[in-house]
């Protein structure tokens, strides 16, 4: 099913243009790229924060509200270019173990980040008081936004189709 999706995908119009126009790919790949690399400084300083690493001098909240809309703005441009990848290499990326990979380490960081966001809306000082979970939570964040990076590295090496 998946395969007669990517055949379908890659021979759509806007699938071509993607494939036929060389400059498409590594605009679009620059473009993730970069919002990779604001989606991972936001979080590690985010996380550093929660780990008592650096910003001692500010509290968690005061740190999540300056690097949190940094994270979900970043993440909508993931989203959208990573569809215009997909899109223009449907077979590369959903034919790729990898790739479902990624997305559930995506969903599992994705989750996580929002269940911290709701938690300091409903008492900032949560995550103040509970330094286990709060350090917990950090460490699990950071190795599975590295995670998310290294397969989506990965899936450039993997055979796919």
Known sequence: MIPAFCDWL??????????NLFWVIPTVQTVHILAI??????????DFRLLGVTGRSQSIPEVAHRFLPWVWGAVAVLLASGSLLII???????????FWAKMTLLACALTLTGIFQYALRNGGSFWERRRIVTRVAAVVSLLLWCSILAAGRWIAYMAHG
């Open 88 to 98: 223009g290499e449907p077979g590369r990326e959903l034919l790729s173990e990898v």
């Open 10 to 19: 890659s021979n759509t119009p806007v699938s071509m243009v993607i494939q």
């Open 37 to 46: 690399a604001t989606v991972m400084a936001s979080v590690v300083m985010l």
